[in-house]
């Protein structure tokens, strides 16, 4: 009896992390029932995603995987089966583990996905400016050969300029450095 006991309670598991799953993927249970019990001003948002398990505390979430469990233990009653209470105790109990694994693995995977897009905005925006700044060094490159080629033309014609000011007499000359 004991390994239908943990059969039980890692299937309650499972089945506690397919519903967070599915009602984080949608809600449309929740809001209807919502819609039907309150009143205009006290409906939830459009953009709220709560339901019976997601952003709900644990006393809620108890009550709702009791609820579910006791629909299936009457429906388990017309069955010529017998029920113990140890069934139906690891059953709530897996569920609520399992509803608690589900929260924080679509936790997780929603975090992941921004910190995935983040990274992926930044390379592709690194990679744009290399590609910028490759043509424009691929340029740069291409008409320094063609000045050094009409500069030797030019210094062989024309006079040597003064020589440049150092970058530590522009800074002086600025009064940024003494």
């Known amino acids: 009896m004991i390994t239908f006991d943990i059969i ?22 929740y809001r209807t029932i919502n819609k039907i019990t309150n009143s205009k001003e006290l409906q939830m948002k459009p953009e709220s995603k709560k339901g019976f398990f997601v952003d709900q505390e644990f006393i809620p979430r ?22 113990r209470i140890e069934y139906y ?8 583990i399992g509803v608690y694994i589900g929260s924080f693995v679509v936790g997780v995977k929603d975090k ?3 910190i995935i897009d983040k990274v992926v905005d930044t390379g592709k925006d690194i ?9 424009e060094a691929a340029d740069s490159f291409s008409s320094d050969k063609k000045e050094t080629t009409d500069t030797t033309k030019e210094e062989t014609t024309k006079e040597p300029e ?3 000011k ?13």
Do not use: C, Q
């Open 162 to 164: 003064a020589p440049k």
């Open 112 to 114: 992941s996905e921004g």
């Open 166 to 178: 150092s970058a530590r007499e522009r800074l002086k000359d600025k009064g940024l450095l003494k």
């Open 62 to 83: 108890l009550i709702y995987v009791n609820l579910i469990f006791i629909v299936a233990v009457l429906f388990f009653l017309l069955l010529p089966f017998s029920l």
């Open 89 to 96: 105790v690891s059953a709530v109990f897996g569920t609520m």
């Open 127 to 135: 990679i744009d400016d290399i590609k910028t700044k490759g043509k």
């Open 8 to 29: 039980i309670f890692i299937s309650s598991i499972i089945f506690g992390v397919s519903l967070y799953w599915l009602e984080a993927k949608n809600n449309g249970l």
